[in-house]
């Protein structure tokens, strides 16, 4: 039996390993058009604001592990097309440019996703770059030491921890989004105390600049400067494009893959397409949302490596299945985390609940504790059913602890009542005797009542 | 309508304060032998420690408080017998010996609970301290900071608290206890794992003798020396007794109402004890566990607080109901937390269960991190149902963020495959891309295939 594995980041690398192991006499070949698998792709902006040194320790395992293994690696081949018919492969060797064939039994596409690239004018100048790669972050990172200021576009989650590398390291920067506020993910009351926070806490080197876009770029052969579509001009000597990313599936939409509704590739819960011996797995795939209870997009590693072992038992002849994501991810600006699980309201309004929702200011620890910091909390529920339906948190203290509560809560489809008789660990240096999440809990109770 | 609280720590601070607003035309007062009422015990080892200056940060409401709320407040007042016949209490004023009945309509019981004191030659000595009140944490930090060496009977929550506030002042410490591992609350293995990092951390500072007591303690006014009941002979300025506490009942028991097995007062969900119009709350009350379905007696400052707030509701005639404890616990040793929720593996078994276990050590956030911690995480199930059991949580790590996600978990009884499903927030400052729990999840998992 030979299985192509198509990508090899996080899903496809772990698809690949875990099916080696579950059917070591099986064929295994890795084919991806990166300079390297199986590595970090959350850990670059740390690598670029200096958290380490070297980019490779991002790598969690080599092709010649993979080789040892028993995995064959191809890295620098682009799969161009698929030919379910004669289950068959048209493959590009990016270094040779040599074009070939290549049948397969059973096919796992783990094509990811690419960072959006607005078509305008200048964008190929250099030191326009996106993040995606390990090489993409050491060239980022190259530039960053060797200038002086830096355009940001968009600041999601990729855009804000960009931000931190950037002023970390020293240089300037402009962020300039269509939305109008930054992390617009969260809920507007609470990324307004996200802007707060960030606009604060770096006065001089960092401008955020809302409502507006990058209309074009000039420079010779360098980026010199951008002209936005509200005609600010900016000096700069790089830009960086995090204006989000889309899922991968060109070859996938072209070989009659079925596409779902969010843009993604459409699996089942054994990450099976509509084509036989065809699966999918990691950012390329649309996801369930198991609050929603309808399809979404949701790309991130920890959900691509469950789905890349769930796909390979599967692949195997075993069976698994992966129930899907309740949305939860967490990121920070310096000492400040940002963390969600669930909708948010405006997800969930989109979604068709009726969300109440309820914010708390709280210490996260006891008052008197000489570390003591706040958080905010926003936690939400839905009108008919009083079943919880997420929570976001913020602030300097531990708030993506209160949110990883939540989380069997809404895996369960929890009430806020039921929540409420929650046993949260206490003690002065870990949090107040009643924990921030259970005060939220009870005004929102109340807000029932 | 008439409510007498006796004992305003936790619990009867809070069912106090809840009751006048509820009700805010009632009389409502409070009996307590103490100086204080609404403080935070948990607080005094970090007070002793150094963390804050000013014991009185750790009250969180003053009489003067609760007397401009409108709650009388009577401290240094002994309740001494309940005569639930007639409605009466008698109360001894404490400062002026004087003897008096007060008549009650419902009466709140939040006695507490008290260090337990070996009945051994020398207690009576100067120097001899137990840790309850704030006075008690203002005689410590007193002695500790006059004197170079103490002995610490016990090392379970509050006597590791205490070692740490202790070397922290930079006096050398004699911990002596019975069992044979230090924090023999936590199972054997994990036990070993915190002795382990007490020793390494204080080598010169710190002894620990297991497996023996204190046979009688020597001094003419002040302790001088301990003898332990293996004869040997330590010299030392002071003695911490924290070698448990009991559950304050006596009062109780003496007015006919009902003891539970575990030795504390038996009350229903809504904190009516076996008597009309007699409620209890905190500390002296025995609670439900969830996980186990069976009574047991864990007494905490966070279920305290609950169960003064349900109780509150009850009595103004309103309905609550409080529908037990998880067993979650936190604490640190320095840099080092351990925590635990549900049941460990030894208590699961005197439940009945038959527990499967599974330890794994592994990384707080991702490996490249330069802050990154290791954690040990202990995850049981039961065999038969598969339905997880509890987890302790170990390391100088984000260790007790993992243990609370389980707690959700536990309330809805969830089975281990179940959990294995849940979306933890992941970002490389976090977490590793595959929780260090869900790794303890899938591990446990394997075990049952």
């Not at 617009?184 to 307004?192: E, K, P």
Request: hydrophobic content about 40%.
């Amino acid at each position: 039996m030979k299985v192509i594995v198509i990508g090899a980041v996080a899903a496809g690398s772990k698809a690949a390993a875990k099916l080696k192991r579950l059917q070591p006499n099986w064929d295994v070949i890795i084919y991806t058009s990166d300079y390297n698998v199986s590595y970090s792709e959350c850990g670059l902006p740390y690598y670029i604001a200096g958290a380490f040194k070297d980019a490779q320790k991002l790598i969690i395992r080599t092709p010649q592990d993979f080789e040892k293994q028993g995995v064959k690696v191809h890295i620098r081949h682009l799969v161009s097309e698929i030919h379910p018919d004669k289950k068959e492969l048209l493959i590009k060797n990016l270094e040779t440019d040599i074009l070939f064939t290549e049948t397969y039994d059973k096919l796992i596409i783990a094509t990811g996703a690419s960072p959006f690239i607005p078509n305008i004018q200048g964008i190929n100048l250099q030191n326009v770059f996106t993040l995606r790669t390990i090489e993409d972050g050491i060239s980022i990172k190259n530039a960053v030491l060797q200038n002086k200021h830096a355009v940001i576009l968009g600041c999601g989650y990729i855009g804000i921890e960009l931000l931190e590398a950037f002023v970390k390291q020293g240089i300037s920067v402009n962020v300039i989004q269509s939305s109008d506020v930054i992390m617009s993910v969260f809920d507007r009351d609470l990324a307004n105390i996200i802007q707060k926070y960030v606009i604060q806490k770096n006065l001089e080197q960092v401008r955020i600049i809302n409502n507006d876009t990058i209309s074009h770029i000039e420079g010779k052969e360098k980026v010199e400067k951008i002209i936005t579509e509200n005609d600010k001009e900016i000096k700069t000597d790089m830009v960086v494009l995090s204006a989000g990313i889309k899922p991968n599936i060109q070859i996938a939409q072209n070989a009659g893959i079925e596409i779902g509704k969010t843009g993604a590739i459409k699996v089942n819960s054994k990450m099976e397409t509509n084509i036989k011996d065809i699966y999918a797995c990691g950012d390329c795939v649309e996801k369930y949302h198991i609050v929603a209870e309808q399809p979404c997009w949701i790309p991130l590693g920890s959900t691509a490596n469950k789905e890349g072992r769930c796909c390979a038992i599967n692949v195997s002849g075993g069976h698994d299945e992966f129930e899907g994501v309740l949305g939860s991810a967490v990121t920070k600006y310096f000492d400040f985390t940002m963390s969600m699980t669930g909708l948010t309201e405006k997800q969930a309004i989109k979604y068709g609940f009726q969300p109440v929702s309820v914010i708390v200011r709280k210490n996260d620890k006891a008052g008197y504790m000489p570390d003591v910091e706040s958080i905010t909390i926003k936690l939400t529920a839905d009108k008919n059913t009083r079943k919880i339906l997420g929570a976001q948190g913020l602030g300097q203290g531990d708030a993506d602890k209160r949110i990883n509560v939540l989380t069997s809560a809404l895996l369960s489809k929890m009430t806020i009542q039921e929540f409420f008789g929650n046993d949260i660990t206490y003690s002065p240096p870990f949090s107040t005797s009643i924990d921030p999440m259970l005060t939220a809990a009870q005004n929102l109770m109340n807000k029932f009542n």
